[in-house]
């Protein structure tokens, strides 16, 4: 196994480590949160408290629901808890599928070799660390889900290659996509939304047409593909990637995967042991019967019979075809290539079999923030905080307090951007009044709903499950990514406001 590291320093651990002042920060930041923070369920049980508390402080009553039950406000607070517990059940199959899809294409075999290869890119441990944070931000504007995953599996390899790379730091970039550019990138919720007639409410419809006059759409033109919203997106690539060369601690501190306990085996090796296990078990595919599960017979079938349907809905799809995108064509991708990168139905099968632990923290917390978005949605705390902001606010400062808003709100709800089709209509509404430019503020409010993640560790769970880590291993790094990311995204939402007119 061919292995790198600073020999010097780690052949001598007992030399004094010469850490920056922002390794030792988030060094600091790491043993306080190894300590004092609970695991990523605690942070939903203690969440649930919360917003009760503040929905009791802000005057909400305690319970009531309307006469009519298709109502979406007037209820109290333990009957919205209740009505919200469920609401997201649909998104919560749709987040498993994509973590198990996106799992599943990750370890097949083409993708295992671009891995191993990408493994060996970097050098020395900081050189590791940040190429994998700039490897999840790439992955993560293309399709945040699949780089979940792929750049777990990639830190994994880069843990095993590189000795002396501290395994937390290398966990906390991994996720770094999901906390920095996801939602300007091509799965972005909000932008892809407001872009589409038939996933656009007509309650937010109507408020984007009163501000335009023409249509209740925006399209991405004014969204993720503003130059405004671009240039943003580069600006806080640069700096997470700086930001990963400079935490980065020397050998002499850093933990390794082993010293953590953690067995890491070499990839390929890896997949090719489980599928010989797997045939094994299975008679290693003697019975007449066996042939269709080795066989690659069907699975180029159905992956046929995919890639026509996917064609005539992208060639249906209204005006221009990304518009088209959701969750179930994402996840219905994400299967296609796996059965073809898999090539035979049995390497799938255990390939599935072995991503969905991955979806396990998904199925268990997802119901209880569908609970704290039943709080904020269904009562009026929503339109209460966003009231908050807004009274405080005016046309220059607008931007940058909604994105405190989002993230704040964020941190609570962490719904992937789904919950903006709650706050979309007060959002755009105190934009119109304001004259701000409509699809700025959906820029900025995916801005703010990123940078939540790097504060709350409910989109870790996955990554957490791949490496073997826990949410309080990774997030003093991810908190120290925070502090200097999130400021710049207030100043370059503020800045680029300026040149931005109100459309009519």
Same mark, same amino acid.
């Given at each position: 196994?061919?292995?790198?590291?600073?020999?010097?320093?780690?052949?001598?651990?007992?030399?004094?480590?010469?850490?920056?002042?922002?390794?030792?920060?988030?060094?600091?930041?790491?043993?306080?949160?190894?300590?004092?923070?609970?695991?990523?369920?605690?942070?939903?049980?203690?969440?649930?408290?919360?917003?009760?508390?503040?929905?009791?402080?802000?005057?909400?009553?305690?319970?009531?629901?309307?006469?009519?039950?298709?109502?979406?406000?007037?209820?109290?607070?333990?009957?919205?808890?209740?009505?919200?517990?469920?609401?997201?059940?649909?998104?919560?199959?749709?987040?498993?599928?994509?973590?198990?899809?996106?799992?599943?294409?990750?370890?097949?075999?083409?993708?295992?070799? =671009?891995?191993?290869?990408?493994?060996?890119?970097?050098?020395?441990?900081?050189? !590791? /660390?940040? #190429?994998?944070? *700039? @490897? $999840? &931000?790439?992955?993560?504007?293309?399709?945040?889900?699949?780089?979940?995953?792929?750049?777990?599996?990639?830190?994994?390899?880069?843990?095993?290659?590189?000795?002396?790379?501290?395994?937390?730091?290398?966990?906390?970039?991994?996720?770094?996509?999901?906390?920095?550019?996801?939602?300007?990138?091509?799965?972005?919720?909000?932008?892809?939304?407001?872009?589409?007639?038939?996933?656009?409410?007509?309650?937010?419809?109507?408020?984007?047409?009163?501000?335009?006059?023409?249509?209740?759409?925006?399209? =991405?033109?004014?969204?993720?593909?503003?130059?405004?919203?671009?240039?943003?997106? !580069? /600006?806080? #690539?640069?700096? *997470? @990637? $700086? &930001?990963?060369?400079?935490?980065?601690?020397?050998?002499?501190?850093?933990?390794?995967?082993?010293?953590?306990?953690?067995?890491?085996?070499?990839?390929?090796?890896?997949?090719?042991?489980?599928?010989?296990?797997?045939?094994?078990?299975?008679?290693?595919?003697?019975?007449?019967?066996?042939?269709?599960?080795?066989?690659?017979?069907?699975?180029?079938?159905?992956?046929?019979?995919?890639?026509?349907?996917?064609?005539?809905?992208?060639?249906?799809?209204?005006?221009?075809?990304?518009?088209?995108?959701?969750?179930?064509?994402?996840?219905?991708?994400?299967?296609?290539?796996?059965?073809?990168?898999?090539?035979?139905?049995?390497?799938?099968?255990?390939?599935?079999?072995?991503?969905?632990?991955?979806?396990?923290?998904?199925?268990?917390?997802?119901?209880?923030?569908?609970?704290?978005?039943?709080?904020?949605?269904?009562?009026?705390?929503?339109?209460?905080?966003?009231?908050?902001?807004?009274?405080?606010?005016?046309?220059?400062?607008?931007?940058?307090?909604?994105?405190?808003?989002?993230?704040?709100?964020?941190?609570?709800?962490?719904?992937?951007?789904?919950?903006?089709?709650?706050?979309?209509?007060?959002?755009?509404?105190?934009?119109?009044?304001?004259?701000?430019?409509?699809?700025?503020?959906?820029?900025?409010?995916?801005?703010?709903?990123?940078?939540?993640?790097?504060?709350?560790?409910?989109?870790?769970?996955?990554?957490?499950?791949?490496?073997?880590?826990?949410?309080?291993?990774?997030?003093?790094?991810?908190?120290?990514?925070?502090?200097?990311?999130?400021?710049?995204?207030?100043?370059?939402?503020?800045?680029?406001?300026?040149?931005?007119?109100?459309?009519?």
């Amino acid at each position: 196994m061919t292995t790198r590291t600073d020999e010097a320093a780690a052949s001598q651990p007992g030399l004094p480590a010469r850490d920056n002042p922002l390794a030792r920060i988030a060094l600091r930041f790491t043993a306080f949160t190894e300590r004092w923070l609970p695991d990523a369920f605690g942070f939903v049980l203690v969440g649930t408290f919360v917003i009760f508390a503040l929905g009791l402080l802000t005057g909400e009553k305690i319970v009531g629901a309307p006469a009519d039950p298709k109502a979406t406000t007037g209820y109290g607070l333990v009957d919205a808890w209740g009505k919200g517990f469920w609401s997201l059940i649909q998104f919560t199959l749709q987040m498993a599928m994509i973590i198990i899809g996106g799992y599943a294409v990750a370890v097949s075999r083409p993708v295992a070799r =671009l891995i191993a290869r990408l493994a060996q890119i970097p050098k020395s441990p900081r050189a !590791a /660390i940040a #190429f994998t944070a *700039a @490897v $999840a &931000m790439l992955t993560a504007y293309l399709n945040w889900a699949f780089s979940l995953v792929f750049t777990a599996i990639l830190a994994k390899e880069i843990a095993r290659l590189v000795r002396g790379v501290d395994y937390r730091a290398l966990g906390a970039m991994a996720f770094l996509g999901l906390g920095t550019v996801w939602a300007q990138g091509l799965s972005g919720s909000a932008a892809l939304q407001v872009a589409s007639e038939s996933s656009s409410p007509a309650p937010v419809q109507e408020v984007i047409k009163a501000g335009r006059g023409d249509s209740g759409l925006i399209p =991405l033109t004014e969204t993720i593909f503003l130059w405004q919203g671009i240039v943003a997106t !580069a /600006i806080i #690539f640069l700096i *997470a @990637v $700086a &930001m990963a060369w400079l935490l980065a601690p020397s050998p002499g501190r850093a933990k390794t995967a082993q010293d953590l306990g953690i067995e890491l085996r070499p990839l390929l090796e890896e997949r090719s042991a489980d599928t010989t296990d797997v045939a094994a078990a299975r008679g290693g595919g003697r019975r007449p019967g066996d042939w269709l599960e080795y066989s690659p017979l069907f699975a180029i079938l159905i992956f046929l019979l995919g890639l026509w349907y996917l064609a005539r809905y992208f060639a249906n799809a209204k005006g221009n075809p990304l518009n088209a995108l959701d969750l179930n064509t994402v996840n219905l991708i994400l299967l296609l290539l796996a059965l073809i990168l898999h090539w035979r139905p049995l390497r799938l099968v255990d390939a599935v079999r072995r991503g969905a632990p991955a979806a396990s923290g998904v199925l268990l917390q997802f119901p209880f923030y569908g609970g704290i978005f039943g709080m904020i949605a269904y009562t009026g705390l929503a339109k209460t905080i966003a009231g908050w902001l807004v009274d405080i606010s005016n046309a220059f400062f607008y931007p940058a307090v909604i994105a405190i808003y989002s993230c704040v709100l964020g941190i609570f709800v962490p719904s992937g951007g789904s919950k903006w089709v709650i706050e979309a209509p007060y959002v755009i509404e105190a934009a119109n009044q304001l004259q701000v430019h409509q699809g700025w503020m959906v820029v900025v409010y995916d801005l703010g709903e990123a940078s939540a993640n790097l504060l709350q560790p409910f989109w870790m769970l996955p990554t957490l499950a791949i490496l073997g880590l826990k949410a309080r291993d990774i997030m003093g790094y991810t908190f120290a990514m925070f502090l200097a990311c999130f400021p710049a995204v207030l100043f370059l939402v503020t800045l680029f406001a300026q040149t931005l007119g109100f459309p009519r």
